[in-house]
């Protein structure tokens, strides 16, 4: 197994980080702390170049994860979406009750891949965790407006997903349109 370190820990919240490791078949994150629109920039930042080298499976462990936020979960929705037409996918390892919840009320679970009993890295996870460096390495900074636009993509994913995730990020999506506009007009 090729093991090669990417540590990352988030300046913002320092109850939160994200570590992760690129091994022969996948893209390992795990997140410790709260899954949220602090840190899912990163995840989508390291996913994007994943995906752009050729890769094709991201797992996100949530093993040590408190909870997620909308935000993290449209950053996990939007990433297995450029995935799954290629044939690649995005994969939950070892989620929380409270983590799976929220996955599943979102109506995530038919889009990701919870846990699957054939993964590639099924019986190595140990072996993986343990490979992941606790070095820090610089978080994934966004100015007001790029974040604005990745929390309101985020939600819009969500909201692509059912008639009941539009009517519920509604009112969202529609106040981050605005401030979009009002930013635009700075």
């Not at 893209?27 to 390291?46: D, E, H, Q």
């Not at 995530?108 to 891949?113: K, V």
């Not at 059912?162 to 999506?173: H, I, L, P």
Request: proline share 4%.
């Amino acid at each position: 197994m090729l093991f090669i370190r990417f540590p990352f820990s988030n300046d913002v919240n320092n109850n939160s980080s994200i570590l992760f490791g690129l091994f022969d078949e996948f893209l390992w994150i795990r997140c410790s702390g709260r899954g949220s629109f602090a840190n899912s920039p990163t995840v989508k930042s390291l996913g994007d170049d994943y995906i752009a080298s050729g890769g094709r499976l991201i797992v996100i462990d949530l093993e040590t994860c408190s909870g997620i936020d909308s935000t993290f979960m449209g950053t996990l929705a939007g990433l297995s979406r450029r995935l799954l037409p290629i044939g690649g996918a995005v994969q939950i390892a070892s989620p929380s009750e409270r983590c799976l919840c929220a996955l599943e009320s979102l109506g995530l679970d038919a889009l990701l891949s919870i846990e699957p009993p054939t993964a590639p890295w099924r019986g190595k996870v140990d072996q993986i965790r343990a490979s992941l460096s606790a070095e820090t390495a610089p978080t994934v900074h966004l100015d007001a407006k790029d974040q604005t636009l990745h929390v309101l993509n985020s939600h819009l994913t969500l909201s692509e997903l059912s008639e009941e995730n539009e009517e519920k990020f509604r009112n969202v999506t529609d106040c981050l349109k605005e401030e979009l506009e009002r930013q635009k007009d700075k």
